[in-house]
């Protein structure tokens, strides 16, 4: 429905042009070209305004892929392989609302952990966010990390109701 005073101008024009032709002496032509006239230029003026106000409307950003996080190429490195979803095994539950979707994560090797010496730490810039999950990534993790090849992960998912972190994980390679 269009706003109210575009609707009482109209009305205000049809009135206006239902007068002048019941005058002999009045061309109603001109005068309902006019009208025609000021009724687009009201329309034109009316959509002009408030343009301001939208640019600095809130709009919630486009989540975007996380692919995108993921570099073709490190240096002369040029992405092989890529891990999605890989699940973060969590320590201590951190506060996951202060964690960023798509931020960066680094893995380091914990030889000395008592419980599993091929543990390998998850960290988001110093804070440790958990383990990987033992199995094929983590065998994938070390082989590129003896080799001292890049690694590129980032954040793809935070569930806070079930408390999980997942990543993807580039790997990369000589060309």
Sequence with gaps: MKDKSSVILIAIFVVIGVIATRFEQVNSVPLIIGLIIL???FILYKKGQGKEPNLIRKIKPLEKRVEEYIPNK???YILTKGIKDSKVILT???DLSKIKKFSKLKFV?????KDDNAAIKVMLED???GYVEKGKTRDMIHE???KNEP???VISDIDQNE???LCYIGFYGNA
């Design 39 to 41: 009724y687009l230029g």
């Design 74 to 76: 490190i240096g002369k």
């Design 92 to 94: 201590d539950t951190p």
């Design 127 to 129: 804070m440790q966010l």
């Design 144 to 146: 590129w990390l003896n």
């Design 163 to 165: 408390k999980k972190i």
């Design 151 to 153: 690694i590129h992960a």
């Design 109 to 113: 090797p914990e030889p000395d952990n």
